[in-house]
C-alpha cells in the first residue's frame, strides 16, 4: 500500500487536472455555474421545511445557551455532508466506465478516477459550508469554537466517501445495474439518517426497541450527520464514541475499498 501512495503522489498533477475537469464539466455552458450548488440545497431545504416543519410540524430540539432554534439551519447542518457523499456516488459510479477509452490506453493509477470526482465534490461542499458559516453567524450561533473538530470530520468523511466510490465504481465496471440501483440505496439511506428528522425520535423509541439507537447509529451517515449537527446546530463538541467510530468505520471503508478496487482493476480494460 505504501508503494501505491508514492504512486498516487507522482502522478498528483494528474489528480489535479481531473480535479479541474469535474469542476469544469459540471457547469459547462451553466448560466448560474457554481451557485447551482447553492440553489440545490436551498430549494431542498424550502421544499423540507414546507413538509416537514409547516405540515408536518417537525421541530428540532430545544437547545442550550449559544446554539440556535431553526429548522431550516437544522436541515442544511445535514444535507450539506449528505449531499457531499450522495452527489460524489452518483458522479462517481461511472468514472471507470465513462472514462474507458482513458483506461485502455494509458497507464495510471485507476483510483484516481472516482477520487477526483469525491475531491471536486468536497470543494463544492467547503464553498457551501462557508456560505452557511455566513447565517450561523448572522444568527449568532458560536460555531466558530469547534472549527478545528469540523476541519477533522470534514476529512474523515472524505475518507469514507472516496472508499465508497472506489467499491462502486468498481463494482459498475461488473454489474451495470449498479448504477440503477444506487438511486435506491441512496433514497433507502436518505431516509435511515436523522437528516430531516431529529436524533431524539429514535430515542424515543427505545422503550419499545432498546436495540434500535445503538443500531441506528451504526450506519456510518448518521454518525458524521450527528457529528456536523453537534458542532454547527448545537455549538458543542461531537461525543469521543462518535468521533471514534467515525475514524475506525472511515478508515476500514477506504481500506476495504482499496482492497477491492485494486484486486479487480488488471482486468477493467476487458470489461468496459
Not at 35 to 54: D, G, Q, R, Y
Request: charged share 10%; glycine share 4%; proline share 6%.
Amino acid at each position: 500500500m505504501v508503494e501505491k501512495l508514492k504512486e498516487l503522489f507522482v502522478f498528483r498533477e494528474l489528480l489535479l487536472n481531473l480535479v479541474k475537469r469535474e469542476l469544469k464539466v459540471k457547469y459547462k455552458k451553466s448560466i448560474l455555474g457554481f451557485f447551482w450548488s447553492l440553489l440545490n440545497p436551498i430549494l431542498t431545504t424550502i421544499v423540507f421545511t414546507f413538509v416537514f416543519a409547516v405540515l408536518l410540524r417537525i421541530q428540532p430540539p430545544v437547545l442550550r445557551y449559544g446554539a440556535i432554534f431553526s429548522f431550516p439551519v437544522f436541515l442544511l447542518c445535514a444535507l450539506l455532508p449528505w449531499n457531499f457523499l450522495s452527489i460524489s456516488l452518483s458522479l462517481s459510479i461511472n468514472s471507470i466506465v465513462g472514462n474507458g477509452n482513458l483506461v485502455k490506453k494509458v497507464y495510471f493509477p485507476r483510483e484516481i478516477l472516482p477520487s477526483s470526482t469525491v475531491l471536486a465534490n468536497l470543494i463544492n461542499f467547503c464553498l457551501e459550508l462557508l456560505v452557511l458559516f455566513v447565517l450561523l453567524a448572522f444568527l449568532g450561533s458560536r460555531f466558530f469554537l469547534y472549527l478545528p473538530l469540523l476541519i477533522a470530520i470534514t476529512i474523515i468523511q472524505t475518507l469514507f466517501t472516496i472508499g465508497m466510490c472506489l467499491i462502486f465504481s468498481c463494482l459498475n465496471v461488473y454489474f451495470r445495474d449498479i448504477q440503477h440501483l444506487l438511486g435506491i440505496i441512496l433514497m433507502i439511506w436518505f431516509y435511515a439518517t436523522p437528516i430531516i428528522y431529529p436524533f431524539e425520535y429514535v430515542l424515543q423509541m427505545s422503550h419499545k426497541l432498546p436495540w434500535l439507537p445503538f443500531v441506528y447509529k451504526l450506519n456510518p451517515m448518521a454518525t458524521f450527520v450527528l457529528a456536523y449537527r453537534s458542532i454547527l446546530y448545537e455549538c458543542q463538541p461531537p461525543s469521543l464514541f462518535l468521533l471514534g467510530y467515525a475514524v475506525v468505520v472511515s478508515l476500514l471503508t477506504l481500506y476495504f475499498g482499496y482492497l477491492f478496487f485494486n484486486a479487480y482493476e488488471p482486468t477493467f480494460a476487458e470489461e468496459i
